[in-house]
T-cell receptor, first 117, second 112 residues
Framework: GAVVSQHPSWVICKSGTSVKIECRSL??????MFWYRQFPKQSLMLMAT?????????EQGVEKDKFLINHASLTLSTLTVTSAHPEDSSFYIC?????????????FGQGTRLTVV | DAKTTQPTSMDCAEGRAANLPCNHS???????VYWYRQIHSQGPQYIIH???NNETNEMASLIITEDRKSSTLILPHATLRDTAVYYC?????????????FGKGTKLSVKP
């Protein structure tokens, strides 16, 4: 199947700093990518939809000024957690659908574990 | 909110078939049934999807009831590596709604 890659796999940062997470579709172009967050022992929660060349769409309760999303190309979306705090510590996962397969399957990155200390 | 209901957890003996049920009584006519699994600390992995006919691939089989209100994912010969959380999701096929809404899933434990 198609490959979606995230970088980094894990990151530890100090409280108040910003962290950027990259999501790349390696073998297909994705006009839309999705960012999820998963807290321990919980399910994935959609945070936002990243649209190439336009503004991201955020889910209710997700602060767009805190979680900056940039989808600058058809193969790259970035999520920047600004002024991170310990409560932002979580597992962040991106996904995209492969248009070559009629968008039938969503492929997920391996996830990024963020720890804010 | 997720439109599916799954048991919280299940156990299965290694080498036996694992049958994971899912209820989706409010499924719409244009919604497919998708199954994903998530092994600890990894991103979800696509398993299979279907509309109304039973489906089979190299990973699993999907049995959908005639009224489409429930389905069962079958792993024919479970291995220890199949231990994961399995998510049943209903979603339109591709299109503008590309995101998936995850419920709590079923934690499958395959035991030796």
């Amino acid at each position: 199947g198609a490959v979606v890659s995230q970088h980094p796999s894990w990151v530890i940062c100090k409280s108040g700093t910003s962290v950027k997470i990259e999501c790349r579709s390696l073998d297909f172009q994705a006009t839309t990518m999705f960012w999820y967050r998963q807290f321990p022992k919980q399910s994935l929660m959609l945070m936002a939809t990243s649209n190439e060349g336009s503004k991201a769409t955020y889910e209710q309760g997700v602060e767009k000024d805190k979680f900056l999303i940039n989808h600058a190309s058809l193969t790259l979306s970035t999520l920047t957690v600004t002024s991170a705090h310990p409560e932002d510590s979580s597992f962040y996962i991106c996904s995209a659908r492969d248009p070559r397969s009629g968008n039938t399957e969503a492929f997920f990155g391996q996830g990024t574990r963020l720890t804010v200390v | 909110d997720a439109k599916t209901t799954q048991p919280t957890s299940m156990d299965c003996a290694e080498g036996r078939a694992a049958n994971l049920p899912c209820n989706h009584s409010t499924i719409s006519g244009n919604e497919y049934v998708y199954w994903y699994r998530q092994i600890h600390s990894q991103g979800p992995q696509y398993i299979i999807h279907g509309l109304k006919n039973n489906e089979t691939n190299e990973m699993a089989s999907l049995i959908i009831t005639e009224d489409r209100k429930s389905s069962t994912l079958i792993l024919p010969h479970a291995t220890l590596r199949d231990t994961a959380v399995y998510y049943c999701i209903v979603s339109p096929l591709g299109g503008s709604q590309g995101n998936l809404i995850f419920g709590k899933g079923t934690k499958l434990s395959v035991k030796p």
